[in-house]
Each structure stands twice: as C-alpha cells, then as structure tokens.
C-alpha cells in the first residue's frame, strides 16, 4: 500500500471514530459557527432541514425517473419525548406521500424511534407507522446500525413483518455474519444490500477490498435466489458493472439505490439507459454522522467539502 492510500484508510478510520463522539457532535449543534460552516458541506448530501425540503428535492427527482426514498435523519435517540416526536414526524412523512400519490420508501434508524430504550417502544413506535402506511404505496425500510444493535434491530425486523409485510431491511456486506441473518430471513420484504459505513473490528467484519465485493455480490444472488425484491445500494463500479452484465436489473426483483449527492452524473447515466435506481434523501437536524461517513467512505469527498464551506454557495446536485 502506497503512502496515499495508508493516508486515506486512517482518514476514514479517523472519521468514523469522530462520527461516534457525543461530545463533538454537541459541539457542532451547540455552536452556531461552526454548525453554519459545516451545514454547507452537509447540504450537498441532504435535501435541508424540514420534511417540506425533503419532499422537494424528492419531487424533483421522481419528476426525472428516479424512485425515491426519503429520511428524517437521526438515531440514538435516548429520551422517549423525543422518540415520540421522530415517530410523529415520520408519520406526518408517511401521510403527505399518502395524500400525493406518489409511490415511495420511508427509511429510518429503529434506534431514532426507540431502539435505545427498548425493543417494545422501536417496536411500536413502528406500527403505528405501518398502520399509516398499510393499504397505500409506501414501503417502510429499517436501516441497518453498528453491530452492536443488529440482532435488536433483526429480532424488532422479523417481530414487525408478522404483523406488516411491507417492511424491508438493511443488511451490511461487511459484517461476517451477514450470510446467516439473510437465510433466516424468511418474510417476503425488500432487502437493501449495504456495504457497511461503521467502524468494526476486524473479528466481525471484512475491510474494504475485492473480498468484500464478492462477498457483496454473493448476498445480492443469494437473496434473490430466496424470493427477495433487492436494493442494490452501492456506488462501486466494478460492484454496479457486475450486477449490469449479470443482468439482475431485467426484472422486478432488483433495483440500484444511491444515496443523494454522490456521483448523480453515474445515477444519470443508469436511468439514461433504463435501468431502475431510487435515490436516498435524508432531511432533518441530524446531519453530523451522516456527513462524516459520507466523507470517510470516499475520502476524496473531503475536497469538495471543504470546497462548500469556504464557498457558501448553494449545492447544486446535478440530476
């Protein structure tokens, strides 16, 4: 490994170790400075801080023949007022796509609306999202978080879908016992392959490489070979030119999500020449993680970042 790439891999590793700080992120919250310099390089990756935002930009690009799935960003939520509060938000999400028509997916973190707390709270806190969203075209889709919650965040996952089969899960590449959480998953939902932006131990992981690839196009077959609808959630070439020539986007069962901000020129290259692929728009407050494993996962994002915060123009992403 050459000088530059040892200096990558510690700047992601760096990131994602800050990601996780409380302090830091209480910093940037509480101080309106750095907040405001900071936001400039967060609003390339997140449509702003209200729903009505957030439905604009998704507006937009369903207009241009994406799919559209949308956030209001947070997690670790501690204080049941406040879980209660992301759950009426999101409901309030769910109703507005609802009163549109607009078909769409509402992602979220279980720890945003109680996972925290306790499994009983995420878990009902999630029907009454589904109650919202039953009978309509929007699919509720449960992001996945460090591994420390994934089997919390599973065991609320399969407790939910005997009740409400249009919930769909995350599932992260690089987390070792990923292959065994997707064969017990035996529900109907859509499956979001992930490549995982956490930092894990090397005991419970594979670090970013062509192992991790394959590892990822494996679950991809693996869980259409099952009968799942899958989200393809990956900016990598070589994993995207794979599942092109594979001819997995031909049918319902596949689909190329990618997260808002990152490479719309290659999104626009994908749905130029038909192929199916959503966009992912977080909205909210809670931009800090977000935009800190949005830098770590490429490090070169670093650049453009600090490019948007000595600028203070708007973002333009060019869909």
Known sequence: MN??????????????????????????????????????????????DSRQEGLEVGEKLRRRGYSLSIEYIGENTSDAIQCEQATAEMIALIQELKQSGVPGRVSFDLSHIGLMISPS????????????????????????????????????????????SSIGITLQAHLTRTREDLAELTSPGRIRIVKGAYQESEYLSIARSPELNERY????????????????????????????????????QAELEM????????ANRIRSEGNPIRIYVPFGHEWYLYLCHRIAEYPPNLYQAVIDMVSGKGVDNNY
């Open 121 to 164: 709270l995420a878990y009902s806190n999630l029907l009454e999202m589904a109650k919202q969203a039953e009978g309509t075209n929007i699919e509720l889709f449960i992001s996945m978080e460090e591994s420390g919650k994934t089997e919390g965040i599973l065991s609320v996952y399969k407790r939910a879908t005997a009740e409400c």
């Open 3 to 48: 000088e530059h790439l040892e200096l990558e891999q510690q700047l992601t590793t760096a990131l994602k170790s800050i990601a996780r700080r409380r302090d830091l992120k209480d910093y940037v919250e509480q101080n309106p400075q750095v907040n405001r310099i900071l936001r400039q390089a967060a609003l390339r990756y997140i449509a702003g």
């Open 217 to 252: 196009l494996e679950l991809v077959e693996a869980a259409i070979r099952q009968g799942h609808q899958v989200s393809v959630a990956t900016h990598d070439d070589t994993i995207i030119n794979a599942v092109l020539e594979r001819g997995w986007l031909t049918n319902s």
């Open 259 to 266: 997260l808002y901000g990152i490479r719309p020129d290659l």
